[in-house]
């Protein structure tokens, strides 16, 4: 079992950044691939970023392209998801997802079927 613990979340104005951490604990980090989905309030979970068991692969929503970064620390268990220049429509919450892989290229994943442990999401709001 993977525990995924999300932290950072809050309340900001447009504009401004926001880092969110995901800390993992029960396998052996180096094993997972991980991602960021996020969930808006009546709409469905979508993909927001993802990187691999490296960090050596990164893959992003085309509407957080430029504005997000993804990194992990394999030392510290942690990935970590850099939001700048929020909108108003970044409002949601935001979920960390581990997919255990054997897989030792550079790969990511986008859909949540793959994923197979998640965390319990931190609510990001951004007002206008």
């Known amino acids: 079992q993977v525990q995924l613990v999300e932290s950072g979340g809050g309340l900001v104005q447009a504009g401004t950044s926001l880092r969110l951490s995901c800390a993992a604990s029960?396998?052996?980090?180096?094993?997972?691939?991980m991602g960021w989905f996020r969930q808006a309030p009546g709409k469905e979970r979508e993909f927001v970023a993802a990187?691999?068991?490296?960090?050596?692969?990164?893959h992003f929503a085309d509407s957080v392209k430029g504005r997000f970064t993804i990194s992990r620390d394999n030392a510290k268990n942690t990935v970590n998801l850099q939001m700048n220049s929020l909108k108003p429509e970044d409002t949601a919450v935001y979920y960390c997802?581990?997919?255990?892989?054997?897989?030792?290229?550079?790969?990511?994943?986008?859909?949540?079927?793959?994923?197979?442990?998640w965390g319990q999401g931190t609510q990001v709001t951004v007002s206008s």
């Open positions: 990187i691999s068991w490296s960090g050596g692969g990164t």
């Open positions: 997802a581990a997919h255990v892989s054997s897989d030792r290229r550079h790969v990511t994943f986008q859909y949540s079927f793959e994923y197979d442990y």
């Open positions: 029960g396998r052996t980090f180096s094993t997972l691939a």
